[in-house]
């Protein structure tokens, strides 16, 4: 879309004359038209040459500066009138303008998306190959470690009920990496673009700040070679902070890996959707058109307020021309009550 560009002016900034700046232009010739006048025997006669005379000079001096505003005012309509049709334009397109494509139908450039089989892996471009082959076994590293971490906990608790039956530990632990899978099951139950990008954020910052508590807490508790041996610490009690300490690091252990699961989880399922037969991806004639819309918007608002400082100039100047002649006329009248006698 072609950028308005702002006609060249003589007008001084937004604010173009001010007040003062007119009473300095118009003191230059204001003593001669009233001297002028005045030599004017008849009051009435003098009176229209004065508002005449003002006015003309007035212009004189101020002509060029509203003849530049008002060409500016007259191309700023033209423009708008171009910007707000180009704006209701697009507006209809980005509404006509379906958010989600077919996969399948962007690959091949028919966006029918009908009759499309679901491609093979060894048919994926060597990115996704690679991604695929590098995510899925982390994704079982993920929720094996899920499913021990979580196995191990419930076992070390001692309780009977996991002494007495071996496979309740292994069944209870497995709800870890099944959690996992939730959170990628979760996100393809959401309909709209926008809750799915919440949820993604959410889900990235939640995964970005458990990784930080478990290293943070892991640097605490296994201190390696960092540590001062002390023999005398040996048979102490465990303090309050220790134990908090033990009890963070293994909550941020189980919690990390259900969330990187979760998070490598989504990533596999957004490749194979790509390549699925009823995959979508985002339409990006979608984005194009919502950001060239977001343009001509702000467009609009600066030529309209740029129109308003146009109009609001030439109004001045037309409200400072009667105000001026306004001026001139009690002036005139009380000097010439003081001097009854004409010259002429």
Same mark, same amino acid.
């Given at each position: 879309?072609?950028?308005?560009?702002?006609?060249?002016?003589?007008?001084?900034? #937004?604010?173009?004359?001010?007040?003062?700046?007119?009473?300095?232009?118009?003191?230059?010739?204001?003593? !001669?038209?009233? @001297?002028?006048?005045?030599?004017?025997?008849?009051?009435? !006669?003098?009176?229209?040459?004065?508002? =005449?005379?003002?006015?003309?000079?007035?212009?004189?001096?101020?002509?060029?500066?509203?003849?530049?505003?008002?060409?500016?005012?007259?191309?700023?309509?033209?423009?708008?009138?171009?910007?707000?049709?180009?704006?209701?334009?697009?507006?209809?397109?980005?509404?006509?303008? #379906?958010?989600?494509? #077919?996969?399948?139908?962007?690959?091949?450039?028919?966006? $029918? &998306?009908?009759?499309?089989?679901?491609?093979?892996?060894?048919?994926?471009?060597?990115?996704?190959?690679?991604?695929? *082959?590098? *995510?899925?076994?982390?994704?079982?590293?993920?929720? $094996?470690? $899920?499913?021990?971490?979580?196995? =191990? @906990?419930?076992?070390?608790?001692?309780?009977?009920?996991?002494?007495? @039956?071996?496979?309740?530990?292994?069944?209870?632990?497995?709800? =870890?990496?099944?959690? $996992?899978?939730?959170?990628?099951?979760?996100?393809?139950?959401?309909?709209?673009?926008? =809750?799915?990008?919440?949820?993604?954020?959410?889900?990235?910052?939640?995964?970005?700040?458990?990784?930080?508590?478990?290293?943070?807490?892991?640097?605490?508790?296994?201190?390696?070679?960092?540590?001062?041996?002390?023999?005398?610490?040996?048979?102490?009690?465990?303090?309050?902070?220790?134990? *908090?300490?033990?009890?963070?690091?293994?909550?941020?252990?189980?919690?990390?890996?259900?969330?990187?699961? &979760?998070?490598?989880?989504?990533?596999?399922?957004?490749?194979?959707?790509?390549?699925?037969?009823?995959?979508?991806? #985002?339409?990006?004639?979608?984005?194009?058109?919502?950001?060239?819309?977001?343009?001509?918007?702000?467009?609009?608002?600066?030529?309209?307020?740029? *129109?308003? !400082?146009?109009?609001?100039?030439?109004?001045?100047?037309?409200?400072?021309?009667?105000?001026?002649?306004?001026?001139?006329?009690?002036?005139?009248?009380?000097?010439?009550?003081?001097?009854?006698?004409?010259?002429?």
């Amino acid at each position: 879309m072609k950028r308005h560009k702002k006609n060249k002016s003589k007008l001084k900034g #937004p604010g173009f004359l001010r007040r003062k700046e007119i009473d300095e232009a118009i003191k230059t010739w204001r003593p !001669e038209i009233m @001297n002028a006048v005045l030599r004017i025997a008849d009051a009435k !006669e003098a009176a229209k040459r004065l508002e =005449a005379l003002t006015t003309s000079a007035y212009w004189a001096v101020l002509g060029a500066d509203k003849a530049a505003a008002q060409v500016e005012r007259d191309g700023l309509k033209v423009e708008i009138e171009r910007v707000t049709a180009a704006k209701d334009q697009t507006w209809a397109q980005l509404l006509a303008c #379906p958010e989600v494509l #077919p996969a399948a139908a962007v690959r091949q450039g028919d966006e $029918s &998306g009908e009759g499309y089989n679901e491609t093979p892996f060894w048919s994926y471009q060597l990115r996704h190959k690679l991604g695929v *082959l590098i *995510l899925a076994p982390l994704l079982g590293v993920a929720l $094996s470690a $899920s499913w021990l971490s979580a196995h =191990a @906990n419930l076992v070390g608790s001692q309780l009977e009920v996991f002494i007495e @039956n071996k496979a309740l530990p292994w069944t209870m632990a497995a709800i =870890a990496p099944m959690a $996992s899978v939730a959170l990628k099951t979760m996100y393809a139950h959401l309909s709209s673009d926008r =809750a799915r990008k919440l949820y993604k954020t959410l889900l990235l910052v939640c995964t970005s700040v458990s990784i930080l508590t478990w290293a943070v807490l892991f640097a605490l508790v296994y201190k390696g070679l960092g540590t001062d041996f002390d023999i005398s610490t040996l048979f102490a009690e465990p303090t309050l902070w220790g134990s *908090l300490q033990q009890t963070g690091f293994v909550v941020a252990t189980l919690t990390t890996e259900i969330l990187v699961g &979760g998070v490598i989880a989504l990533r596999l399922g957004q490749i194979a959707d790509l390549y699925a037969a009823n995959g979508e991806v #985002p339409n990006s004639e979608r984005r194009y058109l919502k950001r060239q819309w977001d343009d001509l918007k702000a467009e609009l608002a600066g030529l309209e307020k740029r *129109l308003g !400082e146009v109009e609001g100039f030439l109004a001045t100047l037309n409200h400072a021309l009667e105000a001026e002649i306004a001026l001139a006329r009690i002036s005139h009248d009380a000097r010439r009550a003081q001097n009854d006698t004409p010259i002429i």
